[in-house]
DNA sequence: ATTAGAAATGACGACGTTGTCACAGACAGG
DNA sequence: CCTGTCTGTGACAACGTCGTCATTTCTAAT
């Protein structure tokens, strides 16, 4: 790999001079710095990071920590979201995986140690609260898709109550009024919160929630979750005054939603109304009629986590806000009016 | 942070000797090892990754390029595959996403020079042909789902002949003989290959293949494809002798022959049986009935991926492999028996 | 007790970069 | 001519680690 010693020979000025001819220093000579320049594109000379580092410098390496999102098609938005707003600055992101490993991520904030990275941006697969350790890491640690359980870091976390709202007056709005629901497991934030902005829009419609129409559409713990929304579609749909839309937790639950119309001779959005969460392209968009679905902000949700850290180096924060972000609905075909 | 000259003053002994504790030398004595184990505990030392590299040693960084992979649902498992072989040695992975902007390639081979990566990865997101420029790049670089156009760099790939040929068989063994073919766009890799595969599984049942079967999924030139998957199936499905099974290009295709099938309330798999092809899971699992496909071995390609890395980096190789990896049948519940 | 050899430890420098400071030369004003 | 200022350039040190080699301490054999 090329050095300055090199290049400085070569052009027959000191190491010094050409240090400040990459790094930008006004002061040197025009015609020294167009000299150097050359010899630095002929020799193709990249400042080796390591050295720059060591020098003193910060790293320029961010480090992401995850229990799956990094490699997982529900929310990889959030990573290249980050990686956008990085970009930017020539700044990189170095991507730990545990898979919920405890020991794994003992290693990986070794590593982080290691690279002496600038910050962390610790993202989780789903909505959830977190406990960060690393009470002797000096960086910014922002969360991402959760929240500090002690309140201690800021967080970038979706407006799953308000995904919930859209979800349930959109479906009003077009005239449904027996809604089924379909959850996904009760164990999360995401499932109580968008219960509570489904109810709210029912309460803010002066209508009430019949509560027996809400069912799970999967069971089991974390990370061990089993589908269930089939039979619990189809049983809720050959009742005799079965629902005429149905909120989905996520649009793998709507796949089933579809699944089971289909098995039922159902045919949507004639007979039935289905709205999903999460915009999951791969099945919103190929499912035929395409699916309506309320986007999750992940894209934004990286963007943001890098910006909020960037600002928290500055600020040596004691505040850490919980931003929350908007989940915009997205409409398709599967939804029609009523009446 | 802390650093060897630290945990030596504390300890009582030379830099050195630290440095020979914390890289597991033999030579020195075992009282003194404890001392200072206690001590390198104590204090959280974590070596300087960038002190050690500029030293001389190579870099533990492996760069990871590639269009869109790591940050798209369908190949995300290659760069898992890859984390997996390297967290054992506790090497990582810098992720680069060009988002096939060749300036931003151009930007993060750069960046790849500055951290002096120990070798790249170039993934794509299909399978395909490509031409990796960098002549002056001197450590290894593997192509994985894609294979160097020049032969001239080892590559990972998977065996599409061989999943199309396993689609194939695996209907025809089932007693279909009017097969129904929905395919990718033609111009890449994997269309050809899987249609090669299809039929040689003909020719081996020694029967013909229908060529009017076969019909586009999708239109559009490579990154704009649009699905028309559900249109061709309606009518593919609508003819008089209508396929008593499908095969689809990919799980995306599948799901709108679903969609198609529940359109014309036709049921899977009595009516019709459907095979995919990725195992995308948030489809195959999600669908009721739950899909038969045929896996891509992404997980498999990352992890060879880097393997074959660390060989090449062994043998200064002008060998350059073409590996290819096997598509295996995952059996669901999509297919039936005929008669 | 002496000595040869082995075991344990330490001093030093180099890796590539950049901040600090010093120096050389140009130029203006007195 | 001297002084002061300004511009351009370079010498040097330091960042943290580890290979090389020298030095010290210990062990065992005479």
Redesign the interface.
């Known amino acids: ?1 090329v050095t300055l010693r090199q290049v400085a020979e070569r052009a027959g000025v000191s190491i010094k001079t050409v240090s400040r001819i990459v790094n930008g220093d006004p002061a040197v000579n025009a015609k020294t710095r167009i000299a150097v320049q050359h010899h630095l594109e002929f020799l ?1 000379y ?6 720059r ?2 020098r003193g410098g910060s ?1 320029s390496i961010f480090g992401f920590m995850t229990d799956a999102v ?4 529900y929310s ?2 959030i ?2 979201g980050a ?1 956008a707003a990085l ?1 930017e600055k ?1 700044q ?4 730990a ?1 545990t898979d919920g490993d405890a020991k ?1 991520e003992k ?1 990986y904030w ?2 982080f ?4 990275v600038a910050g962390v941006i610790y993202a989780s697969m789903f909505h959830r609260s977190h406990m960060v350790g690393q009470p ?1 890491f000096k960086d910014p640690i922002v969360l991402a898709n959760c929240f500090a359980a002690l309140g201690d870091r800021p967080s970038l976390i979706p407006d799953d109550e308000g995904g919930g709202y859209a979800q349930a007056e959109y479906l009003l709005r077009h005239g449904h009024r027996r809604i089924g629901v379909l959850t996904l497991i009760p164990d999360i934030v995401a499932t109580t919160l968008r219960g509570a902005g489904i109810r709210q829009a029912f309460r803010d419609a002066g209508l009430s929630f019949d509560e027996s129409l809400e069912q799970r559409g999967m069971v089991g713990p974390v990370h061990f979750e089993r ?1 269930i929304a ?1 039979d619990a579609c189809v049983k809720m749909l050959s009742a005799k005054d079965r629902p005429s839309a149905i909120i989905c937790g996520n649009d ?1 639950v709507a ?2 939603v ?6 039922l ?1 159902l ?1 949507i959005p004639r007979d039935l109304s289905v709205i999903g969460f999460d915009d ?1 392209k ?2 919103s ?5 395409s699916l309506t679905t309320v986007a999750l902000p992940y894209f934004e949700i990286g963007r943001q986590a890098v910006e909020t850290m960037r600002e928290a180096k500055q600020n040596d924060a004691n505040w850490a806000p919980k931003i929350l972000l908007p989940c915009p609905i997205v409409e398709r075909e599967s939804c029609c009016a009523i009446r």
Chains 1, 2 share one sequence.
């Open positions: 790999m193709n990249v400042p080796n990071h390591a050295a580092m060591m790293s990094a490699t997982t098609p990889v938005d990573v290249r990686q970009n020539n990189t992101l170095l991507i995986n794994l290693e070794r590593m140690r290691a690279h002496r002797d589908m089939f793998q796949l089933q579809y699944s089971a119309a289909a098995h001779d045919h999951q791969v099945i968009e190929n499912l035929r009629p």
